[in-house]
């Protein structure tokens, strides 16, 4: 059986100044003009050594154009920025619109499918593991294990060892005062609505902190701190403040500037399990949340 070698790499030198696109037309053989600008996108085409996928690209004489037979596909970048990874654990920026894992109707486009795409690039028995999650239309900082010791020791009283769960929003509205504490006893209806009741059997108290950072054009930027960790919490509390999330239909908003809940997790700190010392996690909001207050911190 005859050995199949691999095909070279075409290579010109450019005997007049030209344009990359009208170049390789000319001198790539039995291709057509799709085929061509394909070979651009893949990232094919050198010129003097340089990746260069514009059209418009210059060829200046004696430059040297190469156009290579094979090129190594890279695996897809992850839609979201690693903050912190070590052999241990995993710690993301997730986007809005992002399921942390799956539900019923989403199975594929979660962050725990992507991050396990992601190690098994390096060890195809690698896994991950949820340590905590955030509602879909939330961004912001998520924990994740790269083994099950890991997450067990990360979750085994995970409310005595996270120190704070800092979050930013963009409220409508400025409230007053500036800074204060929100505290009610949440419920939730068979619908699956959270909302602040009565106390009893079925309720869990809630406290939420809050301070206003910018303010302007009609909404307010607050840090907000759990003191406790309930469902749809910070949702609700502002909604009882009268100053819901932008973008929160469901709690009362009036507006959606940004197409998502403005609701981000800026900030975990907690204590290590494994040395036994403080970790900081952090992730600055999006920029468009102090736009929107047209003006600057207030601290």
């Not at 790269?146 to 979750?155: D, P, V």
Request: charge should be positive; charged fraction near 30%.
């Amino acid at each position: 059986m005859q050995s199949k070698h691999p095909r070279p790499d075409l290579v010109w030198t450019a005997e007049t100044d030209d344009v990359l696109l009208p170049f390789l037309l000319s001198h790539v053989k039995g291709k057509s003009r799709n085929n061509v600008k394909s070979m651009l996108a893949r990232g094919q085409v050198l010129v003097d050594g340089r990746p260069a996928s514009r059209f418009d690209h210059p060829v200046p004489v004696g430059a040297r154009v190469t156009v290579k037979a094979h090129v190594e596909e890279q695996p897809p970048a992850l839609p979201f920025p690693i903050l912190y990874e070590d052999r241990d654990i995993l710690v993301i920026d997730k986007p809005a619109g992002l399921l942390t894992i799956a539900n019923e109707k989403e199975k594929v486009r979660t962050a725990y499918h992507m991050l396990t795409d992601y190690v098994r690039e390096q060890n195809k028995f690698a896994r991950v593991f949820v340590v905590h999650r955030l509602d879909r239309d939330t961004s912001g900082v998520v924990l994740f294990a790269k083994n099950e010791e890991t997450k067990r020791a990360f979750q085994e009283d995970w409310d005595q060892r996270v120190l704070r769960r800092g979050y930013r929003a963009l409220v409508e509205g400025v409230p007053q005062p500036p800074e204060g504490e929100v505290r009610s006893f949440l419920r939730e209806t068979k619908t699956h609505l959270v909302y602040s009741g009565a106390p009893g059997r079925d309720a869990k108290e809630a406290v939420t902190r809050y301070r206003t950072l910018a303010a302007g054009g009609g909404y307010a930027l607050l840090e907000i701190d759990l003191k406790t960790g309930r469902k749809n919490q910070i949702r609700v509390h502002m909604s009882d403040l009268g100053h819901p999330i932008a973008g929160d239909r469901q709690y009362g908003a009036k507006t959606r500037p940004l197409g998502r809940l403005c609701l981000h997790a800026h900030r975990l700190e907690l204590i290590d399990p494994r040395s036994g010392g403080k970790r900081v996690f952090a992730a600055r909001e999006p920029a468009a949340f102090r736009r929107l207050c047209r003006g600057g911190e207030s601290s």
